[in-house]
């Protein structure tokens, strides 16, 4: 398909998406349920998270995670580490079940490479969902500059599969995956930009539609498909409220067949905001707190994950997990969140 571009004017268009709370928006706070454990590198390390549920035991499912300082980690829900891989320097990550890869299915896990940060690149995986590890696949380049955002997108119609690799100037790069054959191959289908530093970005398989945060200006939303013509949208603005720059990680929260939250993380304030879907409209804030047995709250986080359905007895609605840029004196980890706790205290349908 032939690769075409859309250009993205000026931040002034989200001057005028109303998401925003009034002045003063309520903050209510979630107690972290449990943590992972840290990762290798110390200062500016782990990054972002990615969840595989697994349908036949949910609570065996497996975290997968950036040390955009030296590569990736799969932890278990207990916070434990399972494994461990150098992979370079990932950034963020994300992951799909039932892909055919090689002829056979499985869990291919995306990471957008940086290791060469004039030559974005992305890192493909098959997550051994027994094993608990990840198996190399390949690593292609996709376009040139900084490679920061990274996301997964499945069309329905057809069930092709999609990466969008987020520069980190704001150049959104969207490629077609084929792993079925002996070698994974990519192609670029469409490239558009944003203004300014993006990176945070999550995709909704059953809506076609792509969520893009563009860190000091706020939310984008476009349609995934790449024969779309349309531009971006605004969805939410940074306005110093609801929503405090840095906008960093995105995920989505879904229910039905297009309703459920967007959540993204206000690492100005150390807090997160969740927007309803589809329309937008503001759902409430949240920070993270320390919880039971000392686990402490978050603060500056990065990345984000949702995932629902039960996972066990304490995680009966699904779980949330977030980087924490602070966890001192360990080096920085991911904290884990009951779904259940951030709906009683947003008070969330």
Sequence with gaps: MRSRSLAVGLATALAACATAGPPGTPTAEVP????????????????????????????????????????LYVYGLDGKTRSELDAGRVNNVDLRDGVDIAGALGVLVAASDRTDRAHGKIAL??????????RPLGVLPVADGEAYGMCLWRRAADHALFAFSVMKDGTVVQARLDLAGPGPRLEVVRTFKLATQSEGCAADDRTGLLYVAEE????????????????????AKVDGRSLVAD????ALAPRGRSGGYLVVSSQGDSAYALYRLPDGRF???????????????????????????AFGPDLPAGVLV?????????AQNFKLVSWSAVRRALRLR
């Design 247 to 250: 906008a960093e990680g995105v």
């Design 283 to 309: 759902a409430g804030r949240f920070r993270i707190v320390a919880g039971p047995g000392g686990v402490d709250g978050t603060s500056d986080t990065d990345g984000v994950e949702v995932a629902l359905g």
């Design 32 to 71: 972290a349920l449990r943590e992972t454990a840290a990762v290798a590198s110390a200062r500016d390390a782990a990054d972002d998270p990615a969840i595989w549920r697994n349908p036949a035991d949910p609570a065996a499912s497996l975290i997968v995670a950036t040390d955009k300082q030296a590569g």
């Design 125 to 134: 995986f098959r997550l051994d969902t027994d094993a608990a590890r990840l």
């Design 322 to 330: 977030v980087q924490d840029g602070d966890n001192a004196p360990d």
């Design 216 to 235: 000091d200006v706020g939310l984008w939303r476009i349609e995934a498909d790449p024969s779309s013509a349309g531009a971006p949208k605004p969805f």
